[in-house]
């Protein structure tokens, strides 16, 4: 059984930065591929990044490329996503997933294992 356990999340103000960490248990997390999810009430579910399980490939949302850098520590069993230029936009609860396979775009359903997911908060 994967689990897997975010951090990091809380409250900061407008173009502060985050970081996010994702522990990863039950597996060898080399075998997965990875990425971060966000939701907030009024948009819902959505992308936000994805890394290969060997860290050579990441994608990123439009709305945070540039702001946000997904990497991995496979010796550690960790995934983090710092976060940079937050706003109010940021604003959600954010989610770790895994899969073994992941065929593009990256969806919430095409994952595996999700977290239950950090709150970040950004005021204005």
């Known amino acids: 059984q994967v689990q897997l356990v975010e951090s990091g999340g809380g409250l900061v103000q407008a173009g502060d930065s985050l970081r996010l960490s994702c522990a990863v248990s039950?597996?060898?997390?080399?075998?997965?591929?990875m990425a971060w999810f966000r939701q907030t009430p009024g948009k819902g579910r959505e992308f936000v990044a994805f890394i290969s399980w060997s860290g050579g490939s990441t994608y990123y949302d439009e709305s945070v490329k540039g702001r946000f850098t997904i990497t991995r520590d496979n010796g550690k069993n960790t995934v983090t996503l710092q976060m940079t230029s937050l706003n109010s936009e940021d604003t959600a609860v954010y989610y770790c997933a895994a899969a073994t396979t992941v065929t593009m775009p990256v969806t919430w359903s095409g994952m595996e294992y999700w977290g239950k997911g950090t709150q970040v908060t950004v005021s204005s």
């Open positions: 039950g597996r060898d997390i080399s075998t997965y591929s």
